[in-house]
């Protein structure tokens, strides 16, 4: 059993900054890659950020520059930081890690609940 929590969630004004976390737990044999994906109301979950187990990083387009990805391999634990944050980036954030539960097993992928970020005056 996997299992991912997230952190870090709240109410923020614009322009301000949050900073999200995400421990995974459980029977861990490896981690690949880890992520952050949200959701919006009324739409799709989609990509934010994607960390490799090296460390590589990938972006959307609409958060480069502004949030930072990284993550911590010997407490599991993947963050995203949210600067200069917009109310478009009001949504629900969930984290996402691939993990391998044993040498002989595929990696899977595993979801946290999620963490609600809302960016308002």
């Known amino acids: 059993q996997v299992q991912l929590v997230e952190s870090g969630g709240g109410l923020v004004q614009p322009g301000g900054s949050l900073r999200l976390s995400c421990v995974v737990s459980?029977?861990?044999?490896?981690?690949?890659?880890m992520g952050w994906y949200r959701q919006a109301p009324g739409k799709e979950r989609d990509l934010v950020a994607t960390i490799t187990s090296g460390g590589s990083t990938n972006y959307a387009d609409s958060v480069k520059g502004r949030f930072t990805i990284s993550r911590d391999n010997a407490k599991n634990t993947v963050y995203l930081q949210m600067n200069s944050l917009k109310p478009e980036d009001t949504a629900v954030y969930y984290c996402n890690a691939e993990v391998a539960v044993s040498k002989w097993a595929y990696a899977q992928d595993y979801w946290g609940e999620g963490t609600l970020v809302t960016v308002s005056s």
């Open positions: 459980g029977s861990i044999f490896s981690i690949n890659g």
